[in-house]
């Protein structure tokens, strides 16, 4: 039998692929010069805003091959949280979700680091400043991928286990009444606050850490290169 | 209430313990928030920045509290 998370999780790449392919027609029609207008004008209004975020910490010349990754993260990891509003189970509660999304951020880095420093600068990287410094500089290496990861997951699961708290916890409250205790009505008063914050406001903060993060992680290591070529 | 045990309540207090971790996040919160009002009071025109600021550092400082969390539904939900 299938967890609801997979579930969860098919239901929402199946949403975001066909609003892709929906949108991808509906761009296809845009003419240049023409003012865009409704759905398609959200679309260019949030690519925009993607890429002068991620401009302003990557420099001009990086920032198109990112602006895709970050867009497309944002709006997955923005979907999935608010996905428990409508009664699934988060994706993102999930810990082989969120290290995915860790995984390639991390993978990111490296590649980030081999180009700019060469593939035996990177190897020299890790005994440096002396050779016994190997192990913290492993562990500093590897820390991003547990921490974004957890961060995200953690975050999420407490959300969706104390909201699951809440809700049992209601029923059992208004099940204390005679006749209409079978009927949750307390929840009804209680949950929604819950909500609000676990979900509407931690949702995107953390999808915000997320992409921030990784915009600023990238961007160190392209640093020393925008300092040496302008 | 009758499978209360001994280790049953061990794993409360641990529990308990993990989450303690949350009075230092909170210190750290605090003082990020503290020192946002400051520079809000320093230069008022760079408002919607600082709260940018302080939303991404106190998110972030709030990553030792959920790691508590995380570890304490650990020990209640898998023990």
């Known amino acids: 039998m299938w967890k609801s998370e997979q579930l969860s999780i098919l239901i929402i790449s199946i949403a ?26 959200l679309v260019v ?32 990891l923005i979907i999935s949280n608010y996905s428990g509003l409508i009664g699934l189970k988060p994706p993102t509660a999930n810990w082989s979700v969120t290290f995915t999304f860790a995984l390639i951020t991390f993978v990111w880095i490296q590649v980030a680091k081999i180009k700019v420093n060469g593939v035996k600068g990177y190897l020299k990287s890790f005994f440096e ?26 975050n999420v ?26 009927f949750n009505f307390l929840s009804l008063i209680v949950a929604p606050w819950i909500h609000i914050y676990f979900d509407l406001f931690s949702g995107f903060l953390q999808a915000f850490i997320f992409i921030s993060l990784t915009s600023i992680f990238i961007a160190i290591e392209y640093q020393d290169e925008e300092v040496n070529y302008g | 209430m009758d499978s209360v045990s001994i280790g049953k309540g061990l794993i409360a207090i641990a529990a308990a313990l993990a989450v303690m971790t949350g009075i230092f996040s909170t210190i750290g919160q605090a003082y990020a928030a503290a020192k946002a009002v400051e520079a809000v009071g320093k230069n008022p025109e760079a408002n ?12 972030i400082a709030e990553t030792a509290a959920i790691y508590g969390m995380l570890i304490a539904f650990l020990l209640i939900f898998v023990f």
Request: net charge positive; charged share 10%; glycine share 10%.
């Open chain 1, 16 to 41: 975001l692929a066909s609003l892709f392919w929906w949108l991808k027609g509906r761009l296809m029609k845009l003419e240049p010069g023409k003012t865009p207008t409704g759905v398609v004008f």
């Open chain 1, 45 to 76: 209004l949030y690519v925009r805003t993607i890429h002068n975020f991620v401009e302003a910490s990557m420099g001009k010349k990086r920032a198109p091959l990112l602006s895709a990754y970050i867009g497309f993260v944002f709006l997955y």
């Open chain 1, 129 to 154: 400043p002396i050779a016994p410094f190997v192990i913290p500089n492993l562990f500093g290496t590897f820390a991003p991928l547990i921490s974004m990861s957890l961060r995200l997951f953690g």
């Open chain 1, 157 to 182: 699961i407490s959300g969706t286990i104390i909201l699951n708290l809440v809700y049992s916890f209601t029923g059992w409250v208004s099940g204390l009444l005679p006749v209409v205790g079978k």
């Open chain 2, 48 to 59: 919607s920045e600082i709260r940018t600021m302080l939303i991404l550092g106190a998110g």
